[in-house]
């Protein structure tokens, strides 16, 4: 091959590498963006459930308290006058129904923990994408890199198998979407 053709080749493989690399970097940028909200909500999520299982836990803290002290304001007390039997059930009735109340809130505050839980889940599965997005996409950028050295159009196309995967999986997570190919789902799993 002539110089002159040689050198028309090798700009021509630079100017693919250079849109190439600017096209990954521009992605990969945005896609860092939109796994750090993802993984600043996850972080709220998992706060979420553990102030939650915190709160239960209080509650379920209460409710024994009250308990006990509606059994304790049950039971009569020697020479108690008719007065104080009446204000020692009401008391009794107050702890009994203080304690009910507890464990209708105790349910409520289970649910969102559980709720919180299963939210944050569901995001650590789309952040697993952007992860795995991620590092394909390095990857590619790497490849992109040595190409530019050897200056190799076999090499060039290589690199894009990973920058196709890595753009495939990050517009899944972008649209929340099932990554559908079962080698891939294998290798977020190993990732997760």
């Avoid at 096209?23 to 750090?36: C, E, P, Q, R, W």
Wanted: charged fraction near 25%; charge should be negative; aromatic fraction near 10%.
């Amino acid at each position: 091959m002539s110089d002159t053709k040689q050198e028309k080749t090798e700009s021509s493989l630079e100017t693919w590498v250079g849109l190439m690399v600017v096209i990954t970097a521009t992605f990969l940028g945005i896609s860092n963006v939109k796994d750090n909200n993802i993984v600043q909500k996850m972080q709220q999520k998992q706060v979420d459930q553990n102030n939650n299982w915190a709160w239960f836990q209080a509650r379920n803290i209460r409710i024994g308290v009250y308990e006990a002290a509606s059994e304790e304001m049950s039971l009569p007390n020697p020479g108690e006058t008719p007065e104080l039997k009446t204000k020692r059930e009401a008391m009794s009735a107050k702890y009994a129904s203080m304690a009910k109340s507890q464990e209708k809130k105790m349910e409520a505050q289970k649910e969102a923990a559980e709720k919180a839980s299963k939210d944050y889940d569901n995001l650590n599965k789309i952040d697993d994408k952007f992860d795995l997005c991620d590092a394909l996409l390095a990857l590619s950028m790497a490849l992109m890199g040595v190409t530019a050295l050897i200056k190799r159009w076999w090499l060039f196309f290589l690199a894009l198998f990973p920058f196709a995967l890595g753009l495939y999986i990050g517009i899944a997570g972008f649209a929340d979407l099932d990554v559908q190919l079962p080698f891939l789902e294998s290798i977020m799993n190993i990732l997760s």
